[in-house]
C-alpha cells in the first residue's frame, strides 16, 4: 500500500510540470485572443469563432497543444490558408525567372527573325535592278532559300547544309541556260555540268564559305532560342507541383502557430525556416545541377555570336554573299563556258533561240561588313547578366523565400518561433536536395519516392544541354521530335493528360491539391522533444494511472 501515496505524488508533480510548461509563455491569467481575431478577420475568416481567451489545447493536431487562442477548424483554416500563401509564394518567385526567359526569348527571335527578313528585302529590293531577268525569272529560287532558312530556325527536321547546297545547284543551272541561251542543253548535259562545277568552282569560295558560316551561326542561334525556351517550360511545369500533406503541416507550424500561441510579432528562427523549405522544395533543389549546367551552356552558345560566326554579319548579309557568287559567275561566264564544254562535250545549237542579244545587266555589289541596325552585342550582355543572376534560383529558392517572405527583415535568433516556442532554434540545417532530407526535423520527407513530373523535367534539361553542347561544337541537332526525348517537354501539347496522368498517378506530385487532410503525427520536432509537449495531458493522466496500477498489482 506505500506504493499509491507515491504514484499520486508523481501525477501531481506531472500534472504541474505540464501546467508549467504550458503557461511559460504568460504566467497564469489566460491572454486575450484579440490580437488573432484581428488577424483571423483579415485573412478572410470571421472573427467570431475566435475566443475570447486562451484556451487548452488538447484539440490541436498541428501546432503545439499548450494554451492557445486557435479552435480546430481554425487550425485547419489557418493551414489551408498557409498552403494557398505559399504557393503563391512559390509562383511568384518562378514567375520572376519566367519573366526573364520570357523576355530573352522574344528579345533574340525578334533579332535573328529582323536579320533575315532585312536580307531577303535587300535582295527583293535590289537585285532586279542589279541582275534584270538573271533574278526575276528565278526569284523563286531565292524566295525558296529564305523560306528555307526560317523553317531551320523554327525547328523543323531540315539538313540546312544539304539546303544551302540545293540553292546553289539550281542557281547554277538556271543561271548558266540563262548565260548560255544559244545552246540546247537538256537536263543530262546540266547534270554532267553540275558535277564539274565542283572542279571549276562557277561562284569561287562563296558558296563553300557561307555553308561553313551560315550552319555554325543557325545552328547557335536556334539551339540558344530552344534553349530558353525548355528553360521557360521547365520552371512552368515545376511551379504546377502541389505540396505534400506533410509540407502543408510544416508550412502552418511555421507561418501561423505562432499567432495561436499568442506570438503574433515573433519571427521564425531562420534555421527553421530553411528546414521547413529545404523539406518541402527538396526535389525541386534535385534540378540544381542540370539547371546549371543548361545556363552554363547557353552562356557557352551566346559566345558563339561573336567572332567568325558573328551573326549579325553571316545571317545579316547572306544575300551580300550570294551577289558575290552571282558576280563571281558573270565574270568568269566564258572560263566557265570552256571547262564544262570540255568535260561534258559541245552542246548542239538551239535552233529557237533569240537571234536578238540577251539582255542582261551585270552589277557589283557592294558588300557590306555589317547590317544595319542594332548589334546583338548588348542584347548578348545583357543575356548573359540576366542567366547568371537566375543560375542558382532552385538551391538558393529556401533561403531566398525565407529571407524575403517568411521572416523577412532582422530575426532575433535567440527570441524567435522555433516551432515549438520563442527561444532559439538548435538542430542543424539541413543539406540541399531529395537524399539530404533523411533526417529533417520539420518535415518528413520519403526520400525513395522522388515526384516524377521534376524528374521528367531533369531529363529534359538534360537533353537541352547536350544538344546546347552540340550547337556549340557546330554540330546539327534535330529539334522536330523533342516530345518523343521526354514525355511533357518542349510547347506542352506533346503530354496527353490521360496518359500522363496514368503514368505518373503514384507520384505525389500528380494527386490533386487537398483541403489539408491531417495525418498521424511524425513525433519529430526540434531538439526531440515535440512529443512530449504534444501528448494531450488526459492521456498522459490515464498513463501514469496505468503504470501505477501495473506496479501495484504485481506487488
Known sequence: MRFFPWGFWLLWVVAAASSSSARSDGGNKPRSCAELRQLYGAKGFSPSGVPQAEISGEHLRICPQGYTCCTSEMEENFANKSRHEFEGMLKEATRSVQVILTAQYKNFDGYFQDLLNKSEKALYDTFPGMYGDLYTQNSKVFKDLYSELRRYYRGSNINLEEALNEFWIRLLERLFKLMNPQYYLPDEYVDCMVKHSEQHKPFGEVPRDLKLKATRAFIAVRSFVQG????????????????????????????????????????????????????????????????????????????????????????????????????????????????????????????????????????????????????????????????????????????????????????????????MAKSGYLPDVMGDGLANQINNPEVEVDITKPDMTIRQQIMQLKIMTNRLRNAYNGNDVDFQDTSDDISGSGSGDSCIDDICGKKLSKSASTRPPETHPMPKQSGQGVGGNSSNILLPSSFLLLLSLAAVAAQYLRR
Open 228 to 419: 530558353l525556351g525548355v528553360g521557360n517550360d521547365v520552371v512552368r511545369r515545376v511551379s504546377q507541383v502541389p505540396l505534400s500533406q506533410y509540407c502543408t503541416r510544416a508550412i502552418m507550424k511555421l507561418m501561423y502557430c505562432a499567432h495561436c500561441r499568442g506570438m503574433s510579432n515573433v519571427k521564425p528562427c531562420n534555421g527553421y525556416c530553411r528546414n521547413v523549405l529545404k523539406g518541402c522544395l527538396a526535389n525541386q533543389a534535385d534540378l540544381d545541377p542540370e539547371w546549371k549546367n543548361l545556363i552554363d551552356s547557353l552562356l557557352l552558345v551566346a559566345d558563339r555570336f561573336d567572332g567568325p560566326s558573328n551573326v549579325d554579319i553571316v545571317i545579316g548579309t547572306i544575300h551580300t554573299r550570294i551577289a558575290e557568287a552571282i558576280s563571281n559567275m558573270q565574270e568568269n561566264r566564258e572560263s566557265i563556258k570552256s571547262k564544262t564544254f570540255q568535260g561534258c562535250g559541245n552542246p548542239k545549237l538551239n535552233s529557237k533561240a533569240s537571234s536578238a542579244e540577251e539582255k542582261k545587266r551585270r552589277g557589283k555589289y557592294v558588300s557590306e561588313d555589317k547590317p544595319s541596325g542594332l548589334s546583338s552585342e548588348k542584347l548578348v550582355s545583357d543575356a548573359k547578366g540576366k542567366l547568371r543572376e537566375i543560375r542558382d534560383f532552385w538551391v538558393a529558392l529556401p533561403s531566398t523565400l525565407c529571407n524575403e517572405k517568411v521572416s523577412s527583415g532582422s530575426v532575433n535568433e535567440d527570441r524567435c518561433w522555433n516551432g
